[in-house]
Every structure is written in C-alpha cells, then in structure tokens.
C-alpha cells in the first residue's frame, strides 16, 4: 500500500494540467505606446484574474514577436490598445490568415486608431470605422443600443463613464452592429487642445460595435484610456463579454439581437476551443 500511494499521487499530478484546461485561449497583446502605457500595469493583474474567473487560459505579450509564432492556438486575439500599425508585414499577413480561419479579435481604444491611414486597408475595414479625432478625457453618459450582445449584460441602460471619446468616420462596410453609443449632449466635443478642431458625431456616435468579417469575429470598444479603467468591474465586465463573444461565437440573445450573429468557428479553429 505504502508502494501504491507514490504512484497515485505521481499519475494525479500527471493528470492536472488536463483539468487546468481552460474552455479557451486567448493572446493579450498590450504593446506600450507613447500615450498608453500606465494601464498595462493594472490591466495584467486584472486579465489574469479575469482567466481565472471565467475559467479560460490566456498568453500575455508586451510586444509584436508574438504575431511570428502559431496564432492558429488562439480562439481570441486581444489588442489591448495596440494598433495595427505595430505589426511587420508578415505578421500583418499571419494576422489576415488567422481571422479568415475562423479566429476572433477584440480591438480595444488606441488599435482602433492606424497610422498612416490607407497604409492597410483590410486592418481598417476589420476595425470598420476610421478614426478622426477626439476631444480631452471627459466624464459623459453611455447608452446600451444592444442589450441582447453579451459585451452589454453588465451595464446600466444609461453608465456614467469618463474617457477619450473618440470620433469616426461613415462605416467602411455593411453590416456594423452598434453596442454603444455616447450621448454628446453629456460632455463638450469641441473641448480639445489649441490649434485642434472636433465638433461630435451628433446623435449617432457609436463607442462599441462587432461584427463578421472575413471569416471570423470582431468586437471592437473605443472605451479604456485610462489606467483606472482596468480596475473597473463594469468596464472588466464590458470587455469580457466582447471577448466571450469574440472567441466563441455564443452569448448573443437570439430573441432580441438587433442583427444576425457572426458565422461559428470553423472546424480546423475549434482545437482552440477547449
């Protein structure tokens, strides 16, 4: 018997990463830039906390070497204010590759902005709306336009939210489906730093939307400016239910979504997919 325990406990601990698993993986790619960089600290800590909640494993990069490994692993790719711009053209042609397999993307506030513009169309109609400018950090209120998206299920109708609101351009593509939207008459858009002009949106001004293209998902959120954001469990909660969407393609309440979901993973993405 005393022979036998070694052995059970050896064939246990064999047995746990099996059960360590998580349902799915995910690649956070938090590459600092000149106006973001003090969020990634807090925003670490809370993806991992954020792994262990909801039971998904997840890789975190602090530069672009990991767009030149085996995306192919991801159900998710997170660019955690990372541009498109931050790629080298191979990495930018492995990133095209995985989305038409079937792999999900979260664009989270400053990858949604690319410089210069037109330099790579097919990132800019992933994201699907051109950034042009925004106003200084500002206090105002979010309305949720689609409480059937799962991005959406931790928020009040109405949130008092403070960040960059960015401005865009008309939609790139069909089929854009707006989450979030901010009421300009909350804040002043023409508060802006001399020598610079923004005027708002209007009555329209999205701050969230997903949509399919390509062949895979995309959930974009132009909210998380600032470090204190990744401390907020609303905005934890808004990010993870874009990124659930994004890497499974479940979540949406058919019933009362405002548009059709996004196409299932492929069968050669669902190793992924634990």
Known sequence: ????????????????????QGQFKVLVVAIPNQYHHDYTVVAKPQFEQMSRRHGFDMD??????????????????VLL???????????????????????????VHRALIFNPAGDWP?????????????PMVQTATVRVRDP??????GLPARWTWSDE?????????????????VDEASYDPTRIWPGQVARGMGAEHPVAWYHAYDGGRVFVTAL????????????L???????????????IDAENANSTPAPAPSPHRRAALR
């Open 237 to 251: 909660d808004h990010l993870y239910g874009g990124l659930w969407w994004a890497a499974t393609g479940k979540g």
């Open 148 to 153: 059937a998206f799962p991005a959406t299920f």
């Open 122 to 134: 097919w990132f800019e109609k992933l994201i699907g709306r051109a950034f042009r400018i925004h």
């Open 165 to 181: 609101w960015y401005e865009f351009g008309e939609p790139l593509l069909p089929g854009l489906s707006t989450v979030l939207s």
């Open 1 to 20: 018997m005393k022979r036998l325990l070694p052995c059970l406990l050896l064939l246990l601990l064999a047995c746990l990463p099996a059960f360590a």
């Open 81 to 107: 204010n990372t541009p498109g711009d931050a790629l080298q053209k191979p990495q930018r042609e492995k990133l095209q590759a995985y989305v038409r397999a079937g792999g999900g993307i979260v664009a």
């Open 224 to 235: 998380g400016h600032t470090p204190a954001a990744y401390d907020d469990r609303l905005y």
């Open 60 to 77: 975190w990069a602090w530069n672009n070497s990991a767009f030149d490994g085996d995306l192919s692993r991801y159900a998710a790719i």
